[in-house]
């Protein structure tokens, strides 16, 4: 008796395997601006500013804001198919630990690494408050044991 592949599982499994291959072949940094730092090695600098609406892209509107949880879950759904929840891929834990930022802390120019279950952020931020939650918006993420932050509030 031969099994029969339909279409309905080939697709997701294309999509998941054109998916994994293109997010593994990311290696930058996640950022919640453009003006953030390229990598976490430095302890809160980044360029200086000219224009006060920098940062347009930041997730204010609750749209974005929804729309960056959504991709949270998706992520964490399609690892939970995958394998071990609890084991993430870096660029996956950068990128979502990333998006609980933009979207908690705005105006924030943060960059996010990843590695070993281990998040570092490094930035700035306007204020101690948006400062003091960064750590835990982190650790909120699934994967993520332990959070580096060596942002520094630079109004």
């Known amino acids: ?17 054109l998916l ?14 453009s003006d953030a730092p390229s990598s976490t090695a ?3 600098t980044t360029p200086t500013s000219t224009s006060a ?12 804001k929804k729309q ?12 939970a198919i995958g394998g071990d929840p609890q084991k993430r891929d870096p660029e996956d834990l950068a990128s979502e630990v990333r998006g609980k930022l933009e979207a908690n802390i705005p105006s924030s120019k943060l960059t996010v ?3 070993d279950a281990e998040v570092t ?6 204020s101690q408050d948006q400062l003091a939650k960064i750590k835990p918006l982190a650790l909120q993420i699934k994967g993520v044991k332990t959070a580096i932050v060596k942002a520094v509030v630079k109004p």
């Open 42 to 44: 430095s302890n809160g």
């Open 68 to 79: 960056i949880e959504s991709d949270i879950r998706a992520r964490e759904q399609r690892n």
């Open 20 to 33: 994994t291959m293109s997010l593994s072949a990311c290696t930058t940094a996640s950022k919640t601006a």
């Open 1 to 17: 008796m031969s099994r029969i592949i339909t279409t309905s599982f080939v697709q997701p499994l294309v999509l998941s395997v």
């Open 113 to 115: 690494t990843a590695k």
């Open 121 to 126: 952020v490094s930035g700035t931020v306007a």
């Open 53 to 64: 609406n920098d940062n347009k892209g930041d997730a204010q509107s609750d749209v974005r």
